[in-house]
């Protein structure tokens, strides 16, 4: 069974950094990609960034690009978003997610963690 664990949300106030971690499990990812995805209320699921497994290409939404960088820890079998200088409009659920390629699609990828809340107090 596939399972993707996000930790490392929290409050933070803007300019500060945040680290998350999402542990993934249940079979092997090497040829996949991880993704993050986030949600504010009221608003669409939408892409934030991506990195293949199997050569570490990264893909980023535009505004996040310079501040928050997305790696693989292929001994924890962990995925990490990385983000500084963080700003109000970055509050938002944010979800790890797993598929078969780097896309900004949320219908390419097949797995889901719950999400963990990232807020950014101005």
């Known amino acids: 069974q596939v399972q993707l664990v996000e930790s490392g949300g929290g409050l933070v106030q803007a300019g500060g950094s945040l680290r998350l971690s999402c542990a993934a499990s249940?079979?092997?990812?090497?040829?996949?990609?991880m993704g993050w995805f986030r949600q504010a209320p009221g608003r669409e699921r939408e892409f934030v960034a991506a990195i293949s497994w199997f050569n570490g290409y990264t893909n980023y939404v535009d505004s996040v690009k310079g501040r928050f960088t997305i790696s693989i820890d292929d001994a924890k079998n962990t995925v990490t978003l990385q983000m500084n200088s963080l700003k109000p409009e970055d509050t938002a659920v944010y979800y790890c997610?797993?598929?078969?390629?780097?896309?900004?699609?949320?219908?390419?990828?097949?797995?889901w963690g719950r999400g963990t809340q990232v807020t950014v107090s101005s």
């Open positions: 997610a797993a598929g078969r390629t780097v896309t900004r699609s949320r219908d390419a990828y097949n797995y």
């Open positions: 249940g079979r092997t990812f090497n040829n996949d990609a």
